[in-house]
């Protein structure tokens, strides 16, 4: 029983990923280790591109749909050391340990290969993210690395979405 309640405070109940809570919890320990011991960590935090739309569009079921189909695809393409989480309403994010940004942003393109040929959507429309790729580099606390991530899926919608970018 205890062990099933641990699993429910940590999983997102529509995704079936990690909850932001214990991706936060993850990703302190992690952040301490590829500090400790001078390790590649690179965050891909993404986004679904005109989500409002297709909630508005095909109804919050499609949406749900959608989410759930999202999180299917990120937790099938993660490897065990990865910890794919749900962020936030349509953010997911990807903690990639041992994972430079070049290898993050192929991990990237992959997905997004994935996504638009999930066919989730009626009448030919597919779906779309932008996602913004952040490097550890020495220096950046947990705080830093995640604000190098949500800037760069900034500039990714800013720029046209559908498309991964790598913080400087």
Do not use: W
């Not at 189909?69 to 490897?79: C, P, Q």
């Amino acid at each position: 029983a205890n062990e099933r309640i641990t699993q429910l405070a940590r999983t997102d109940a529509l995704t079936g990923l990690a909850n932001r809570g214990y991706f936060q919890e993850r990703f302190q320990e992690i952040f301490s280790l590829t500090e400790r011991h001078d390790l590649e960590l690179t965050l891909l935090l993404a986004d679904l591109d005109h989500f409002k739309r297709i909630n508005d569009t095909y109804g919050h079921d499609i949406g749900d749909k959608v989410l759930q189909a999202f999180g299917s695809i990120l937790a099938s393409e993660s490897r065990t050391e990865d910890l794919p989480a749900r962020f936030g309403g349509e953010e997911l994010i990807i903690m990639l340990p041992k994972t430079s940004a070049p290898e993050a942003t192929a991990i990237c393109h992959r997905l997004r290969g994935e996504l638009i040929h999930a066919a989730i959507l009626p009448e030919a429309d597919y779906v779309t993210f932008s996602a913004g790729i952040a490097e550890y580099a020495e220096g950046d606390t947990e705080a830093s690395l995640l604000k190098k991530a949500d800037d760069a899926l900034y500039r990714a919608k800013e720029s046209g979405r559908d498309r991964c970018v790598v913080s400087p």
